[in-house]
C-alpha cells in the first residue's frame, strides 16, 4: 500500500494503554483495539443502526457496540459466531518507528445481513368498522395466588360492558401476565439508539412488550389504563410499561414520525390512599405525548383517603359500588364516542409542526452537529 495511504494516528506505546478507543481517518473514525501488543482497526460504525464502536468495549477479540451490544472481530470486522457473514469493513494496520499507521480506507467491504422488518415495523393504518378497546390492567400480584385488584375490576366491567351492550371487539392485557424487561436506557446513550421498536423487543424475543406496542400503536381505537395508587403515584408496573413506551415518543423527536394518531385514552385510578390529581396529571401527560386525545373528563377515580388503611373495606367498597361501575362505563363510552368522530374526522397528521414543542428541531440540529461523525465508510 503506497505510503499516503497510510494515516498516523499516535504512538504505539500510548495507544497500547486503552484496549479500545476512537481514532480519526480524516472525516472518518475507526475502532482501533489492543490485544496483547496486537493492534486491530474496523469501521467505527455499527451494522445495526450506527452505534459508535470505538466508544464501547472489548470482550476478548470482539468489539461491543455500547448502543446496543452487537460483537465485530476486531481485526476482521466479521460478526460474532453464527453471524460472520454481517460485518463491517477492516481497516490494515501496522506500526513503524512506534508509531501506529491505519489504512486511510477500509480494505474490505460491509456487509449487512438481511433481515426481514420485525412486524411492529409495519406503517400504522385505520381499520373500518367499529372502534376497537384495549384495556391494560397494570396491577401487580402473584399470579398463583391472585387478589381483587379494584382498579382491574373495574377496568374488567368496562370492557364486558364494551362487548355485550355496545357490540364492539375488546382486548385486556394484564402487566403482570407479561414478561418484558425493564428499559435500560438507550436513549441515554444517543437518541438514535432509541429505536422503533424497542431494541430490547428487536433482540430478545422472549421479551413481551410487543404485546403492547402492537395493541397501542396498531391495533386500538380506545385504550383503557387502570392503576392502584402506590405511596402517591401510578404503579410500578406502569412505570415500567411507560419507560419502554417512550421509544415511541422518541419517534416524534428523532424521526418526526407519529405512530399514534387519532386514538382516545381513558383512566381508571383507584387508591386506599389520596394524590388522585397527580396520578391522572402524569398519566394524561405522557399519553398526549405520545398522540392520544380524551374524552371530557377522561379518568375515574377512588380513594378512601389518606388514613384509610383497612384495605378490606376499600376493596369492598369498590366492590359493592355501581355508582364506580356506572361512571367507568360512561367514561367507555365517552371515549368510544370520540372514536367514532375522529373515524370520520381526521385530526392528527403522521408528522407535527416541532417549533414549541419538546426537542425542538433547532436544538436537534445543535445536538447532532456536536456529535461524531457516524457516516458510512466507503466500503
Known amino acids: 500500500m503506497p505510503k499516503e495511504q497510510w494515516i498516523d494516528v499516535g504512538a504505539a506505546a500510548e495507544l497500547a494503554m486503552k484496549p479500545l478507543q476512537e481514532v480519526a481517518l480524516g472525516h472518518k473514525r475507526a475502532a482501533l483495539s489492543c490485544l496483547e501488543g496486537r493492534f486491530g482497526a474496523i469501521s467505527n460504525v455499527c451494522n445495526h443502526?450506527?452505534?459508535?464502536?470505538?466508544?464501547?468495549?472489548?470482550?476478548?477479540?470482539?468489539?461491543?457496540?455500547?448502543?446496543?451490544?452487537?460483537?465485530?472481530?476486531?481485526?476482521?470486522?466479521?460478526?460474532?459466531?453464527?453471524?460472520?457473514?454481517?460485518?463491517?469493513?477492516?481497516?490494515?494496520?501496522?506500526?513503524?518507528?512506534?508509531?501506529?499507521?491505519?489504512s486511510a480506507e477500509p480494505v474490505t467491504k460491509r456487509n449487512k445481513l438481511r433481515h426481514d422488518?420485525?412486524?411492529?415495523?409495519?406503517?400504522?393504518?385505520?381499520?373500518?368498522?367499529?372502534?376497537?378497546?384495549?384495556?391494560?390492567?397494570?396491577?401487580?400480584?402473584?399470579?398463583?395466588?391472585?387478589r381483587t385488584s379494584t382498579s382491574e375490576l373495574l377496568l374488567v366491567d368496562a370492557l364486558e360492558h364494551a362487548r355485550t351492550e355496545l357490540g364492539l371487539e375488546t382486548r385486556l392485557l394484564k402487566l403482570h401476565e407479561l414478561a418484558f424487561r425493564a428499559c435500560e436506557g438507550f436513549y441515554s446513550k444517543s437518541a438514535d439508539a432509541c429505536t422503533w421498536p424497542c431494541s430490547i423487543t428487536q433482540m430478545d424475543p422472549k421479551d413481551q412488550m410487543d404485546q403492547v406496542y402492537e395493541g397501542i400503536v396498531h391495533w386500538a381505537d380506545v385504550i383503557l389504563v387502570a392503576t392502584p395508587i402506590r405511596w402517591g403515584t401510578a404503579s410500578s408496573l406502569y412505570h415500567k410499561m411507560v419507560e419502554r413506551m417512550n421509544c415511541v415518543q422518541n419517534q416524534i423527536t428523532i424521526r418526526d414520525r407519529v405512530l399514534v394518531r387519532d386514538k382516545v385514552a381513558g383512566f381508571i385510578i383507584t387508591g386506599g390512599q389520596d394524590n388522585v390529581q397527580a396520578v391522572a396529571g402524569a398519566m394524561l401527560g405522557f399519553f398526549a405525548e405520545i398522540g392520544l386525545v380524551f374524552p371530557p373528563f377522561p379518568y375515574v377515580a377512588h380513594s378512601r383517603g389518606w388514613s384509610a388503611e383497612d384495605m378490606e373495606n376499600n376493596v369492598k367498597s369498590v366492590e359493592s359500588s355501581e355508582e364506580l361501575r356506572e361512571g367507568t362505563r360512561a367514561l367507555l363510552d365517552r371515549a368510544v364516542e370520540l372514536a367514532k368522530r375522529l373515524k370520520q374526522s381526521r385530526l392528527c397528521t403522521p408528522s407535527i409542526p416541532r417549533g414549541g414543542r419538546k426537542a425542538h428541531r433547532e436544538r436537534m440540529a445543535e445536538s447532532a452537529s456536536s456529535r461524531p461523525d457516524s457516516s458510512s465508510d466507503s466500503g
Not at 88 to 101: D, I, N, S, Y
Not at 123 to 128: G, L, Q, V, Y
Not at 137 to 145: E, I, L, Q, R, V
Open 49 to 102: 443502526v450506527g452505534g459508535p464502536l470505538g466508544q464501547g468495549k472489548l470482550e476478548g477479540e470482539y468489539v461491543v457496540c455500547p448502543w446496543h451490544y452487537y460483537k465485530f472481530q476486531r481485526t476482521t470486522g466479521e460478526g460474532e459466531p453464527g453471524y460472520e457473514a454481517d460485518r463491517v469493513p477492516k481497516h490494515e494496520v501496522k506500526v513503524e518507528k512506534g508509531r501506529v499507521l491505519v
Open 117 to 146: 422488518p420485525h412486524p411492529l415495523e409495519r406503517e400504522p393504518e385505520a381499520h373500518d368498522g367499529p372502534p376497537r378497546v384495549l384495556g391494560i390492567s397494570t396491577t401487580n400480584m402473584d399470579a398463583g395466588h391472585p
